[in-house]
């Protein structure tokens, strides 16, 4: 089974307004990381916390982790048009680095 | 700087046919991964290798077998391709050094009929 789960599946906001997903995971992790995929399109990184932080911010993306409830969450503010994508969530772990992704949250910010 | 390179982009396959699916990486990765995408259930983890000479089985490795030819190189074979096996396969790799971030290739579009 996946070990991250995205909450929720799909979203819909207006330009202007903040989007918040939610991931989460079974097992000890790594470090977690965020990636954002354009339709038809790669996957592309945004953001990596790692396992013994609890926040971290890049431009307008704000991660945080909570490892007591195996969970992290990702705020995009004052979103854009150009951020409709997919975005997942990963979470790597053990020795060997293995790292597996949850089902996705289908962000749509609406002009 | 080519990063991450897929081979081919899209491929019809009939059913019982075998074929491989190409990865390069030009950025001196130790770990490389190979996942398919299916709507609705995200990025599946098929196979991965954390070094050259080492491979590991993903969540969905049945029907495919991989190969790490080298540092740069991580091939994906379906043997006997089955309609269940069209998806989007996309491969990725990244430097095992420490907590460091995954980079795509563009995919390859496999279609089983």
């Known amino acids: 089974s996946q070990q991250g789960e995205e909450d929720p599946q799909a979203l819909s906001i207006q330009e202007g307004e903040n989007a918040t997903m939610n991931c989460s995971y079974k097992t000890s992790i790594n470090n977690l990381q965020w990636y954002r995929q354009n339709s038809g399109r790669g996957l592309v990184h945004l953001i990596l916390?790692?396992?013994?932080?609890r926040e971290k911010h890049s431009g307008r993306l704000r991660v945080t982790l909570d490892t007591s409830k195996k969970s992290s969450s990702l705020l995009i503010t004052a979103s854009r048009a150009a951020d409709t994508a997919s975005y997942f969530c990963?979470?790597?772990?053990?020795?060997?680095?293995?790292?597996?992704f949850g089902k996705g949250t289908l962000l749509t910010v609406n002009p | 700087n080519a990063g991450v390179t897929q081979t081919p982009k899209f491929q019809v396959l009939k059913t019982g046919q075998s074929m491989t699916l190409q990865c390069a990486q030009d950025m001196n990765h130790n770990s490389m991964y190979w996942y398919r995408q299916d709507p609705g259930m995200g990025l599946r983890l098929i196979y991965y290798?954390?070094?050259?000479?080492?491979?590991d089985k993903g969540e969905v490795p049945n029907g495919y077998n991989v190969s790490r030819l080298n540092k740069r190189e991580f091939s994906l074979r379906l043997e006997s391709a089955a309609p269940s096996q069209t998806s989007v396969y996309f491969c990725?790799?990244?430097?095992?050094?420490?907590?460091?971030?995954?980079?795509f290739g563009q995919g390859t579009r496999l279609t089983v009929v």
């Open positions: 990725a790799s990244n430097d095992r050094a420490w907590n460091t971030e995954a980079f």
């Open positions: 290798s954390a070094s050259e000479g080492t491979t």
């Open positions: 916390i790692r396992s013994n932080e």
């Open positions: 990963a979470a790597q772990r053990g020795s060997n680095y293995k790292l597996t």
